[in-house]
T-cell receptor
Framework: EAGVTQFPSHSVIEKGQTVTLRCDPI?????LYWYRRVMGKEIKFLLH????????ESGMPNNRFLAERTGGTYSTLKVQPAELEDSGVYFC????????????FGPGTRLTVL | KQEVTQIPAALSVPEGENLVLNCSFT??????LQWFRQDPGKGLTSLLL?????REQTSGRLNASLDKSSGRSTLYIAASQPGDSATYLC?????????FGPGTRLSVLP
């Protein structure tokens, strides 16, 4: 069974540009989470989808970040316009049920904003 | 507000040694606690998940314990191997959120 996949694995963009990260959860997992780890700091929660609905987006840093999960399958996280402090690794995870279930993480997308 | 700490920040041990990694949290109202390992440049791998009603979980050479009342969890690694070298993170499910600790960087020397 395929695990959580993320695309791209690396992205280097200039300040002010737009980047879209994609996450494909494990098939059948209704719950999808986004996290990020900025340089030297702990991983922080961004938001949680249940199917196509945003269950919790309290961790989204500002309105330059937009996450979608149309159809309740894959999810995208768009950063527009990107700023230097957005650099880091963005992880996606999925779980079968809710927050009490094991979360399976993707390999992450390393974003570098120059 | 939930705060999670991990001690030590880094640890270096010779191969074969048993070791304990610590995770502390400030609010005991958690649903579960999960231990992960992260290898350089790779994603997180789930090691063990302990529900709030459980005291410990075991998988192979790993044993994780949870003491909610004292706000602590430990990850015990028996007979460490160089392949165990990685960063180990604990994470709590707290409310609807998932709060990570800063991690412990483990190096097992051959």
């Amino acid at each position: 069974e395929a695990g959580v996949t993320q695309f791209p694995s690396h992205s280097v963009i200039e300040k002010g540009q737009t980047v879209t990260l994609r996450c494909d959860p494990i098939s059948g997992h209704d719950n999808l989470y986004w996290y990020r780890r900025v340089m030297g700091k702990e991983i922080k929660f961004l938001l949680h989808f249940v199917k196509e609905s945003k269950q919790d987006e309290s961790g989204m840093p500002n309105n330059r970040f937009l996450a979608e999960r149309t159809g309740g399958t894959y999810s995208t996280l768009k950063v527009q316009p990107a700023e230097l402090e957005d650099s880091g690794v963005y992880f996606c995870a999925s779980s079968l049920t809710g927050v009490s279930d094991t979360q399976y993480f993707g390999p992450g997308t390393r974003l570098t904003v120059l | 507000k939930q705060e999670v700490t991990q001690i030590p920040a880094a640890l270096s041990v010779p191969e074969g040694e048993n070791l304990v990694l610590n995770c502390s949290f400030t609010d005991s109202a958690i649903y579960n606690l999960q231990w992960f390992r992260q290898d350089p440049g790779k994603g997180l791998t789930s090691l063990l998940l302990i529900q709030s009603s459980q005291r410990e979980q075991t998988s192979g050479r790993l044993n994780a314990s949870l003491d909610k009342s004292s706000g602590r969890s430990t990850l015990y690694i028996a007979a460490s191997q160089p392949g165990d070298s990685a960063t180990y993170l604990c994470a709590l499910t707290y409310g609807q959120n998932f709060v990570f600790g800063p991690g412990t960087r483990l190096s097992v020397l051959p």
